[in-house]
């Protein structure tokens, strides 16, 4: 019998790129001698064995990456730490697949722009620079004018919100790209070695469930749980309906299996550009971690789908490179 390629492991799927795609280079931080080094010093004679626990994971995984840089990795500087939200909206949300009207996006955006959203108080606390990337919104957003903006605007356009997936793929191959190539672009000209990556959009949790469920064969009844439509709680019925229409989406776009593929038929313009920036913070072994506090309660996986995309193309075979010791 036939294995579904659905199911396939991404190794084995098909591992073709669009020509006109071009990715950072990414270099392992894989370094025994290092790591011997590290583990020495973290554990003196009179201490047992991994007592830092997860404190140790995280102290090696920062070594490892700025190892590659000029600085000794005793310092472990954070310089001018920035974080930036990426914003887009997506066809989908006309089948009403989210509780909020699709307006509820440029809503979110001119909180974070007027320093009212929750994210801009944790950013303030921890000295995080705010940028704000119009990656594909459905109309022109403009900054306000009676107040101090509290982060900068970046109008980095694909296009006025994705296509309904249910219909047509969401983005095409050639948007697809683009978007890949202006996330990395945003991190190229940041300052600092500090990134922290966030996401706005109405109906985007549509998207990451479609691409956890394609990209890590999580079935899509859990990958769009009750509790995790725009922070909002389904009952049984509603449930049942947009799993349905998911799946309706999964179908059509069946043969979409290879990561690439998936992310223009499945994903949105936001998370391909969130993709492009870890790819982009992972080769320039810059420290990257996604958000999850953009909204008072919003669901993890969007980021996480961005960064699952991202590290299927940094390395396929080695686990640790600077996408997953960074990102």
């Keep these: 019998m036939t294995r579904d390629p659905v199911f396939s492991p991404l190794s084995r ?45 995280l102290v090696l995984q920062l070594a490892r990456v700025q190892n ?36 509820m996006t440029e809503q979110m955006v001119m909180q974070l722009l007027r320093g009212q959203a929750p994210v801009n108080a944790l950013a303030a606390l921890h000295g995080f620079e705010l940028t704000v990337v119009d990656a594909g919104m459905a109309k022109p957003i403009v900054p306000p004018r009676e107040l101090r903006p509290h ?12 296509r309904n997936l249910l219909l047509v793929p969401a983005m095409s191959t050639a948007q697809a790209v683009s978007a890949v190539h ?33 990209l890590c064969g999580v079935p899509l009844v859990d990958a769009f749980g009750h509790d995790d439509a725009d922070g909002a709680r389904l009952d049984d019925t509603q449930h049942v309906k947009r799993v349905e229409k998911l799946s309706t989406a999964a179908a059509r776009h069946r043969s979409a299996v290879g990561p690439f593929e998936a992310l223009a038929a499945l994903g949105g313009y936001e998370i391909a550009m969130m993709a492009g920036a870890m790819l982009q913070a992972a080769s320039e072994r810059a420290w990257c971690w996604w958000m999850v506090s953009c909204r008072v309660r919003p669901p993890w996986w969007r980021a996480d789908c961005a960064r699952m995309w991202s590290i299927t193309w940094c390395s396929p075979t080695a686990p640790q490179t600077p996408a997953t010791a960074c990102c």
């Design 182 to 214: 202006a996330g990395m672009d945003v991190v190229r000209h940041l300052p600092g070695n500090v990134i922290a990556i966030g996401d706005v959009g109405v109906a985007n949790a549509v998207s990451a469930a479609l691409l956890l469920s394609r």
């Design 151 to 162: 982060g900068t605007l970046l109008v980095r356009k694909i296009g006025y919100g994705t």
């Design 68 to 103: 590659g840089m000029s600085i000794e990795f005793d310092l472990l500087a954070f310089d001018s730490p920035q974080l930036v939200v990426f914003a887009a909206d997506h066809g989908i949300a006309d089948e009403g697949m989210s509780p909020m009207a699709p307006t």
């Design 13 to 57: 799927r098909s591992a073709a790129l669009p020509a006109t795609l071009r990715l950072p280079t990414i270099t392992a931080t894989t370094d025994t001698l290092l790591e011997f080094a590290l583990r020495q010093r973290l554990s003196p004679g009179s201490a047992p064995e991994h007592a830092l626990g997860r404190m140790e994971t």
